[in-house]
């Protein structure tokens, strides 16, 4: 294996905290596609989605010596940050967001029946969650979450009243956080 | 009269509006006044439900553009770089992104053990994917050599940029050099050392290189002079942003022994976002897709 091969699932962000250039680079390959793609979805224009981006890898050296690994995994902390900065950019632009993906090709091919692997054991959590709701509730997740539709956005694309979106998705991520919470006050043993 | 269950009930759909960016200014001041009602309330686990969820509804990850890949390379590079174990980092949101070479420099110092091993690395091993030779295998560059098509592949727009499409199609390196040397501040420039085979014990020079035109020249003094048709010079770039086991292809070359010293174009065959390690081998004549490593005459690394 190469010095700076990254195939594993460590956690970089303690190394990164610690000021480890490779762990910089390192974090960079593993998560930068995963940020990239959040933030051309959540970003007005591809130029905005790359001053996101920058911004999104700034807090995240800022913010590396944070991430607790028996909190969450060090992807959804990533993700976490991500959204934080994208939500902050698009207050004040919400009328300028006209996301540029094709929603039905997105939903139906990354939607939550798609089989890409996926180790984060909170993110298969959420995904369960996900399947066990009305196939409109799913899809009024992924259009808030996915595509940073606004409510009265998601109701004009669904035909749902806006009470209803807003209840759909208040309840969908409770849910999850329920859920995400009662693992950890009682961790699974992964080695039993 | 306040019902304290209701209350976090309806904090937390206001919270989780707030986290979307779709909090309303009446709901605001709502949710102020329950959050300020309610310290213990914790915010944080819904962003991580709804990140989660979000990663659940199934994102593909999608491949960066390579300048904004080197722009966050260059970021963290610097973050750290002027003082590797600082934890808490400020930096000025405006600054220019290709500044502090001193914080890219810092990187290569953690790639110091990648020489050996990289020498080290027997013949066999060749890479799957190697740098691509085509253009290579003729039409070999010399010193005298130069033209519109021998600098890779522009990046940049700035003073170095214009000015080395100003004189690309001149063929003069030491001039081109020279001018480029005078004109920017950013550049990395290190020493050559000897890399081990007996043509290079003695060289010295340097190699210089702009990131931001992707424009770079080696001069060479004391490297010994080549027989072309038997074995040519070849030069390799460690690239902090590329796999570090397939090092870039910078071209081919031969050394006349000029007495001040042979200046020669570098030519990488693809564009380089952290030169961290350049190395001079000796390959067979029109060089090789992967080096054997056998031979390297000298090597420059950016720490």
């Known amino acids: ?192 | 009269m306040t019902n304290p269950t209701r209350d976090r009930e309806r904090l937390s759909d206001l919270a989780v509006d707030r986290m979307l960016g779709l909090l309303s200014d009446e709901d605001a001041a709502e949710y102020r006044r329950l959050r300020d009602r309610d310290p213990e309330f914790d915010e944080s686990s819904l962003e991580q439900a709804a990140a989660a969820l979000h990663l659940a509804t199934g994102i593909a990850p999608e491949t960066m553009p390579e300048h904004l890949q080197r722009r966050l390379l260059a970021d963290g590079m610097e973050t750290f770089g002027a003082n590797p174990r600082t934890r808490a980092v400020a930096i000025a949101p405006d600054r220019p992104r290709w500044q502090g070479m001193a914080g890219w420099l810092a990187a290569a110092a953690c790639l110091g053990a990648l020489i050996p091993m990289w020498l080290d690395r027997p013949s066999h091993t060749a890479a799957p994917n190697p740098p691509p030779m085509a253009s290579n295998s003729s039409g070999v560059p010399r010193v005298a050599e130069s033209g519109p098509d021998a600098r890779p592949t522009p990046a940049g727009t700035g003073i170095a940029a214009a000015l080395a499409g100003s004189v690309a199609g001149v063929s003069d390196p030491v001039r081109d050099r020279a001018r480029l040397l005078a004109a920017n501040h950013h550049l990395i420039q290190r020493a050559w050392r000897p890399g081990g085979d007996p043509a290079g014990l003695q060289v010295s020079g340097d190699v210089v290189w702009d990131p931001a035109s992707q424009t770079g020249y080696m001069r060479f003094v004391g490297l010994r002079r080549n027989e072309p048709n038997a074995e040519q010079y070849q030069l390799w770039i460690f690239d902090a942003t590329r796999d570090e086991r397939y090092p870039v292809d910078g071209g081919v070359f031969d050394v006349t022994g000029a007495r001040a010293g042979d200046v020669i174009p570098i030519k990488a065959k693809l564009p380089i976002g952290v030169p961290l390690i350049f190395a001079v081998t000796i390959e067979r004549r029109g060089g090789v897709v992967v080096s054997d490593r056998e031979r390297v005459a000298a090597i420059a690394n950016t720490t």
């Open chain 1, 1 to 192: 294996m190469g010095l700076l091969i990254d195939d594993s699932d460590e956690p970089l962000l303690p190394r990164v905290a610690a000021g480890e250039s490779l762990a910089v680079q390192r974090c960079i390959r593993r998560y930068g596609p995963i940020v990239w793609s959040i933030a051309r979805r959540l970003s007005p224009t591809p130029a905005d989605a790359e001053d996101a981006v920058q911004e999104i890898f700034l807090d995240i050296w800022r913010h590396a010596g944070r991430f607790d690994r028996t909190l969450g995994s060090e992807k959804v902390f990533v993700t976490l940050l991500a959204r934080r900065t994208l939500i902050d950019r698009l207050r004040g632009c919400r009328s300028r967001l006209r996301t540029e993906i094709p929603l039905e090709e997105d939903w139906e091919h990354e939607g939550p029946a798609s089989n890409r692997a996926e180790r984060d054991a909170e993110v298969e959590e959420a995904r369960q969650v996900l399947a066990r709701l009305p196939e409109v509730q799913q899809r009024v997740i992924a259009l808030s979450l996915a595509h940073g539709m606004s409510h009265a956005e998601i109701a004009a694309h669904t035909s749902l009243p806006v009470g209803t979106v807003k209840t759909m998705l208040r309840r969908g991520i409770a849910r999850v956080r329920g859920l995400l919470a009662a693992h950890t006050e009682c961790p699974v043993d992964e080695e039993s």
